[in-house]
């Protein structure tokens, strides 16, 4: 049983918060109720109500006077309403703000337009000096927050609704800029990246299916880390098909593909239709076409979907 | 406190507007002679290159000067010029204040320099970047918020201009302001009734500034923003046991002390030649 994205957040900074006294948690009214960090802390808990600018203002005010501020809002209201306040206060000033953004994507599901958000990677990456994280599952949320608590650096947080993956393994404290899970893969194959919650979920069902792909999962997707990243993907492989639940435009796929000159990147993302009808995350996200068929289909020039009979002599795969 | 020429009025009435006159026997005050340095230097920075934001430097000059005195010698208080188009202004009352110790003149807005039209923070002394206007009211809370969870009696002052007072994020920040008691922020609003397009009576008008302030669940006062003095006495109180914040309503002349431009709506940006700035030097008080 692992806990959602959001869940972990909260609990995570509860527990820094024992032991560090100048982190401060801030919600837009939408942090719910029964919040742990207002029962453990209630004078370091400020629900600013629906002010999301300000609190992101604010919290760089909070930041320059010697605290830590988690801010937390939804992701939409957080890169897209507040978007001057995050290229302002975490980008040019570099305040020391982290903003964790849940509803992410179209994991609003039947709340509609308003509340989905696949355009937050594009906002953020261009901002420098930001680090933009997309934690698959529990334990990298709390790595990142701790990450983003011990550095002080500005951070923001992408998380989806109720979703609860499992983490992936890794070694050391912080998760790492690519984390490999690639036992079994063959050398040659084509290689999944994957980005977030939905991407990463996959991607890693494409590979129970064909464990001989292997595959790249990020957590940072801010320029810095993508940087790297596709220093390190390059080292190993020359196709990659990148998994992501954003718009092309100014997503991880775009950026590697910038970044891997003379390489393949394909992107399977959420492409460029607007969410328009009710449903579960699952069902606007089969609407937009982010799904396994979508990903399969993007493999197809390398890789046959399962149970596919092998092509007759000349036809094709 | 002191009462504006223009207080009560109903939005703001101002082409023409009168040339103010300095008291016959004025008492020496080391604020209004900083101020009028200051002033020089704007005059200074219009006649660069690129020329400034005239008007909004000289009418805010003031309450920068007395704001900035505060700060200069507490650590634990800060100011931000939410209307940072009045980057001359700030760099000039900084500089006389002894804030920053590069003379701005000589750089503003060349190349390779950081003495840009609006600020930002990589100018000592420049505590957030502003310019995009309504976010210095917010930031300018969240300092006084961490001087309050410390302990300590700082304030957060914000000087925002009338017109910016149209930005939607500044009654967002009212709201938050009033909703968590932070008694030790400061908003003054250098009311000097123009904007980049003209009067803010004829754009979009702000009736009853103060009852709306008063609503916000703010202390009011609205004060000559050019008596330098009392604006400093303003400032002067430890605000750490109240809970309300305090909005001033400083009333000013865009283009204070420089009778060719003020209460002129096109002295919001101006370009001049060096001899003009050498005659405006003269003239200026």
């Known amino acids: ?317 | 406190m002191t009462t504006s020429t223009q207080a009560g009025r109903p939005g703001l009435v101002l082409a023409p507007f009168p040339a103010t006159t300095p008291p016959a026997i004025a008492a020496f005050s080391p604020l209004r002679e900083r101020a009028l340095a200051a002033r020089r230097m704007v005059i200074d920075m219009a006649a660069t290159p690129t020329g400034c934001h005239l008007g909004g430097s000289l009418s805010a000059m003031d309450i920068l000067i007395a704001a900035l005195d505060r700060t200069a010698t507490d650590a634990d208080s800060e100011v931000v010029l939410s209307k940072g188009h009045a980057a001359a202004g700030l760099y000039a009352a900084m500089y006389v204040t002894g804030i920053l110790g590069e003379h701005p003149v000589p750089h503003y807005g060349a190349p390779t320099h950081h003495f840009t039209g609006h600020p930002g923070p990589s100018v000592e002394g420049v505590r957030f970047p502003t310019g995009s206007l309504g976010h210095g009211a917010p930031y300018a809370l969240g300092w006084a918020l961490s001087r309050r969870l410390a302990g300590t009696p700082g304030l957060g002052i914000a000087v925002l201009g009338d017109g910016e007072l149209q930005e939607g994020l500044v009654w967002e920040t009212c709201q938050v302001a009033a909703a968590q008691r932070v008694g030790n922020l400061i908003v003054v609003v250098d009311r000097n009734g123009g904007q980049n397009d003209g009067l803010v009576a004829d754009i979009s008008p702000e009736p009853r500034l103060a009852e709306r302030f008063d609503a916000f669940g703010f202390e009011v006062r609205q004060v000559d923003g050019h008596d330098v003095d009392a604006l400093r006495d303003l400032f002067e109180p430890d605000r750490s046991d109240r809970d309300r914040p305090l909005a001033i309503i400083a009333d000013t002349v865009k283009g204070k002390g420089l009778r060719p431009v003020e209460g002129k709506a096109a002295s919001h940006y101006v370009s001049i030649d060096a001899r003009r700035a050498a005659a405006w030097k003269e003239i200026v008080r």
């Open chain 1, 1 to 317: 049983m692992t806990l959602p994205g959001r869940t972990a957040y909260r609990d995570e900074l509860t527990r820094i918060a024992a032991d560090n006294p100048r982190i401060l948690c801030l919600e837009a009214d939408l942090g719910g109720r029964g919040h742990p960090f207002a029962t453990a802390y209630p004078d370091r808990f400020f629900n600013v109500g629906i002010a999301e600018g300000t609190m992101i203002d604010m919290a760089a005010g909070l930041a320059e006077g010697g605290y830590q501020p988690f801010v937390s809002t939804f992701a939409p209201f957080a890169a897209l309403r507040a978007a001057e306040s995050l290229k302002l206060a975490l980008g040019y000033l570099g305040a020391g703000v982290t903003v964790v953004a849940p509803y992410a994507g179209v994991s609003g599901g039947w709340f509609g337009t308003t509340h989905h958000c696949l355009e937050d990677f594009a906002v953020l990456r261009a901002i420098p000096g930001v680090t933009v994280a997309a934690p698959y599952g529990e334990e990298e949320m709390r790595a990142v927050i701790r990450r983003a608590a011990r550095t002080g650096e500005p951070h923001y947080i992408r998380t989806g609704r109720n979703a609860a993956p499992v983490s992936l393994p890794w070694e050391g404290t912080d998760p790492p800029v690519v984390n490999w899970d690639d036992a079994g893969a063959e050398a040659g194959r084509t290689c999944l990246v994957s980005v977030g919650e939905v991407g990463t979920d996959l991607c890693l069902a494409v590979r129970r299916a064909r464990p001989a792909l292997p595959h790249a999962h990020l957590c940072f997707v801010d320029q810095p880390h993508l940087e790297r990243a596709a220093a390190e993907l390059a080292e190993r492989f020359d196709r990659f098909v990148v998994v992501e639940e954003h718009r092309p435009a100014g997503g991880v796929g775009s950026a590697l593909a910038l970044l891997l000159p003379g390489r393949e990147v394909r992107s399977v993302d959420a492409g460029d239709r607007w969410p328009v009808h009710g449903g579960s995350h699952e069902q606007v996200l089969d609407e937009l076409g982010l799904n396994e068929a979508a990903l399969w289909k993007a493999l197809a020039p390398y890789e046959a979907p399962p149970g596919t009979p092998p092509a007759a002599e000349g036809g094709k795969a």
